[in-house]
């Protein structure tokens, strides 16, 4: 069993990663002092294939276990569906010293995280990824929160969870093409770790995409050490942090311009990778042949690589008001070279809309 450490100001808390981490779980929160009762939140799908293995496990520590499920999509990051979870764990008699327990991909993840963040002013959070995407990026920081109909992720807190298991060999029952759709992350890690981690990658992305666990596991580490760092310098967004968005400033304004419904949250940032590609070759000579790569490789893993049936205007407004941007311009994320991303890049609408309009032409 690997046992990392995320170190942030508000919280130490231990990342377990390991093949059959899940059956674990029971015995490795008990270890840390904790004997509440825990409510598992999972969706539908999840809780068909995961569930009663995590209860057996919890169950045998002599932990009682509450699973409450919702129905599965992103519909479900929401306040109503955030309120009805708080009546729930009301009438469960749920108590400060107990837990919340996220089984399930990045919408779970996030929900259950806000949910756990301001019921009784924060109770406990075990966080159980299930998807490659949460696995390597959304369990971990503590960036929990939920949508409203006009943006995604503008209500929420940074709450970092008390234990995160990361078990791999879940990743074997993800359909296809969620599997893919993470694969937009470990890329975008790949890309700000350096040429190593991004030639590699290339190399033996097959072993990946058929889960020789020989090979994700180690990959699926050196993505969360890279965040685990990032986050402990900044666990609030306020500077190193907004590494982690790259690809994701365009990214979401192509979510939100096709209603969240035309691209998934991966394909979208496979997009909003190669635009901030290009970017970085414009404002700091990033040399082509990475762009070229890039593409490539997105090609192959089965991601998009053009903007199909969404507007570029609409993305640029999209992008207006995303988070991240401010009154006069889009702050993204680019590259000077690969390992050594630029924060806060001022990148007007003109450049973005010239852009998204590439990829709507599959430039």
């Not at 503590?142 to 969870?161: D, E, S």
């Not at 949250?265 to 901030?276: F, R």
């Amino acid at each position: 069993m690997i046992q990392l450490v995320a170190n942030t100001r508000s919280r130490e808390y231990p990342v377990f990663l390991s093949e059959g981490a899940l059956e674990e779980t029971g015995k490795l929160w008990h270890s840390l002092g904790n004997r509440g009762k825990v409510v598992v939140i999972t969706d539908d799908n999840v809780a068909a294939l995961h569930l009663s293995g995590l209860e057996e496990s919890l169950r045998a520590a002599g932990l009682t276990v509450n699973p409450v499920r919702v129905a599965p999509g992103e519909e479900a990051k929401s306040l109503e569906k955030a309120t009805s979870l708080y009546s729930q764990l009301f009438d469960l008699k749920t108590r400060r010293q107990d837990a919340v327990c996220a089984l399930g991909g990045g919408v779970i993840g996030d929900l259950a995280g806000f949910v756990a963040s301001t019921y009784m002013r924060g109770i406990k959070l075990i966080q159980v990824p299930t998807s490659l995407l949460s696995q390597v990026d959304s369990s971990i920081g503590g960036k929990v929160g939920v949508n409203i109909p006009q943006a995604k992720n503008y209500v929420g807190a940074f709450y970092q969870p008390h234990m995160v298991i990361t078990d791999p060999s879940l990743l074997e029952t993800l359909p296809r093409r969620e599997l893919i759709e993470g694969m937009a992350e470990v890329v975008k890690y790949c890309l700000l770790s350096g040429d190593d981690f991004f030639s590699n990658f290339e190399a033996s992305y097959e072993e990946f995409l058929s889960l020789n666990m020989a090979y994700v596991e180690p990959v699926v580490r050196r993505c969360i050490e890279y965040k685990l760092r990032v986050v402990s310098e900044d666990e609030r967004d306020y500077g190193r942090r907004a590494v982690l968005n790259l690809g994701h400033t365009v990214g979401h304004g192509i979510e939100a311009a096709g209603s969240y419904r035309a691209y998934s949250h991966g394909q979208a940032v496979a997009l909003g990778l190669l635009v901030a590609i290009r970017l970085s070759e414009q404002a700091f000579g990033l040399p082509p042949e990475y762009g070229i790569r890039l593409r490539s490789l997105l090609e192959l893993l089965g991601l998009p690589v053009s903007l199909q049936g969404v507007s570029a205007d609409g993305v640029v407004a999209a992008m207006a008001s995303d988070k991240k941007a401010d009154d006069f311009s889009a702050n993204m994320v680019l590259l000077r070279s690969l390992g050594d991303p630029a924060i806060n890049c001022d990148i007007d609408a003109d450049q973005l809309r010239d852009q998204v309009e590439m990829l709507a032409r599959g430039e």
